[in-house]
């Protein structure tokens, strides 16, 4: 079994070869009281020359190295010009400030495809996430905000009921920002972002700040660095943020797995007997609101909501302390925006008290992190110089039905395997 080497009494001979080999660049973790000659703490040696944290493990069979890949802000900043450190160092300071005008630049910055941007937009993120864990130590550990993911199909009534609900919490002294995902034309790519247009009132207020993104072909509508804008904005001193995605569906998971809280709007009019609604995306949902609910609709809406209050009772519940609940609302007259908004901070208090809260975003960060491997080793794949010169000749094969599409990949997958080996 391996036992992390936290030695308790190091050997002394053993430490100043370590000081002598290639790894002396590496910081090694040992007690406070290890001491390598006159009376220096070896972890004050280690550490001004590190820039990278190893664990060492002992394992029965002999000494092995388990190294945590993750650079320190001092080595990332290293390599910057004085020009990108000054750019990096100006949004952060305006970002920290609340200056609407650099958190629109930096999540720009991250939403960038060029390399060299997209490094700089992670010396940024490593300089508020420092922040950002020193601001939830002195909260008690607390999230220093409310993060809620909206979704619903279309017409359901998302950007009506995020302007009403977005004025009313800013007259409560609360800093909104909501990351609305539009989506992207298949044929051209391009996007209406009609979202900050259909919310007027909100756009205007000071204390909200609205980011429509395109989805660029990402399932569920939610993109790559939507986790890192959401990141952005905590850091700008928003304590409410809305993730409102495209559509409904299955893929609807990605933003669940982003969020505290998952808020699933539907209108009254959309079927009978739960049409059209896949049963994963009511599991995920934490919260059911039947929007439009004035009027002639109001009847049924009550229906509505009366069959979803039956459905929930048949699902799993995910959480040991939290049952979902489906309520009626109208954006356009106000009725049930109040009580929803005090069910959303019973849930926030319930979860927090819990520990439920604390172990979904851990968890998330998890997740978020695979997501991003996933995409960056299909686009190593891709760039492969050997796969790179074998898949339009594959490609045409397959086209032509000479080829199937499961042993292109198979021969794609070899080729990579063996250059690699």
């Not at 973790?29 to 009376?39: D, F, K, V």
């Not at 890192?228 to 409410?240: F, M, P, Q, V």
């Not at 009366?306 to 040991?320: F, M």
């Not at 302390?321 to 908004?341: F, L, Q």
């Amino acid at each position: 079994m391996n036992i992390p080497m936290l030695l308790q009494h190091p050997h002394r001979d053993f430490l100043k070869v370590l000081l002598r080999t290639l790894y002396r660049r590496y910081h090694f973790i040992l007690p406070s009281s290890t001491h390598l000659r006159s009376g220096i703490p070896c972890a004050q040696p280690f550490s001004s020359l590190g820039l990278y944290h190893a664990k060492w493990m002992l394992p029965s069979n002999g000494l092995t190295r388990k190294l945590c890949l993750q650079t320190t802000l001092k080595e990332q900043t290293e390599g910057l010009s004085d020009k990108e450190q000054r750019l990096v160092d100006e949004l952060y300071t305006g970002l920290i400030q609340g200056q609407r005008a650099c958190l629109a630049e930096a999540i720009t910055l991250i939403e960038s495809t060029h390399n060299r941007k997209k490094e700089l937009a992670q010396v940024l993120l490593q300089k508020v996430l420092v922040r950002h864990r020193e601001q939830e130590k002195l909260n008690k550990g607390k999230p220093l905000a409310f993060r809620v993911g909206l979704s619903g199909p279309p017409g359901a009534g998302k950007s009506t009921f995020i302007e009403y609900f977005g004025k009313m919490l800013t007259e409560r002294g609360h800093k909104l920002s909501v990351l609305a995902v539009d989506p992207s034309s298949c044929t051209s790519g391009g996007s209406l972002l009609g979202d900050k247009t259909r919310m007027t009132e909100l756009s205007r207020d000071m204390n909200a700040y609205i980011r429509p993104s395109p989805t660029r072909g990402t399932l569920g509508g939610v993109t790559r660095t939507t986790n890192e804008a959401i990141l952005l904005c905590e850091g700008g001193g928003y304590d409410i943020i809305l993730i409102e995605t495209v559509g409904v569906g299955q893929s609807e998971f990605a933003v669940a797995d982003m969020v505290d809280m998952f808020v699933l709007l539907l209108p009254p009019a959309g079927g009978d007997e739960l049409q059209g609604i896949k049963r994963g995306i009511i599991e995920m949902a934490d919260l059911v609101a039947i929007t439009k609910s004035d009027g002639d609709l109001v009847v049924p809406a009550r229906r509505i909501q009366a069959e979803y209050v039956s459905a929930l009772k048949l699902l799993r519940r995910r959480s040991g302390v939290w049952r979902p609940k489906v309520i009626r609302i109208s954006a356009r007259s106000g009725e049930g925006i109040t009580e929803m908004w005090d069910t959303m901070k019973e849930f926030q208090d319930v979860m927090l008290a819990s520990g439920e809260l604390t172990a979904k975003r851990q968890k998330q960060q998890k997740v978020w992190m695979w997501n991003l491997i996933q995409e960056n080793v299909v686009e190593h794949f891709r760039t492969h110089p050997t796969v790179r010169e074998q898949i339009p000749l594959l490609e045409k094969r397959v086209l032509s039905g000479a080829l199937s599409p499961g042993l292109a990949a198979d021969l794609l997958l070899k080729a990579f395997k063996s250059r690699d080996q």
